[in-house]
Nanobody, 121 residues
Framework: QVQLVESGGGSVQAGGSLRLSCVIS????????MGWFRQAPGEEREFVAG????????RYGAPVKGRFTVSRDKSKNTMYLQMNSLEPEDTAVYYC??????????????WGQGTQVTVSS
């Protein structure tokens, strides 16, 4: 079993910053990717950013490119999402996901419980 635990959410004003963390524990994989997703009320869950664990390759969703940075610390089994220049449109529950295929497909049901981010104008 895989356990993913997010933290770091909160409430900030527009233009502010937050850093989210996702700690991975349980079953180990030789190769995998990690992703951040978000879901606002009444909206579909959308891809935010992803990172391939073995080489640090990253991908970003268009709405966050240039404002958010995904990173990982292998020694801590932790993925981060540094969110700068936050906008009210970034308000959502943020989830992390583990993809054992490492191809950014994120088709597997390995999700954390989510952490709320609220950005006020």
């Amino acid at each position: 079993q895989v356990q993913l635990v997010e933290s770091g959410g909160g409430s900030v004003q527009a233009g502010g910053s937050l850093r989210l963390s996702c700690v991975i524990s349980g079953r180990a994989f030789d190769r995998f990717a990690m992703g951040w997703f978000r879901q606002a009320p009444g909206e579909e869950r959308e891809f935010v950013a992803g990172i391939r664990w073995i080489d640090g390759n990253t991908r970003y969703g268009a709405p966050v490119k240039g404002r958010f940075t995904v990173s990982r610390d292998k020694s801590k089994n932790t993925m981060y999402l540094q969110m700068n220049s936050l906008e009210p449109e970034d308000t959502a529950v943020y989830y992390c996901n583990l993809d054992p295929s490492a191809d950014y497909s994120f088709l597997y049901d390995y999700w954390g419980q989510g952490t709320q981010v609220t950005v006020s104008s």
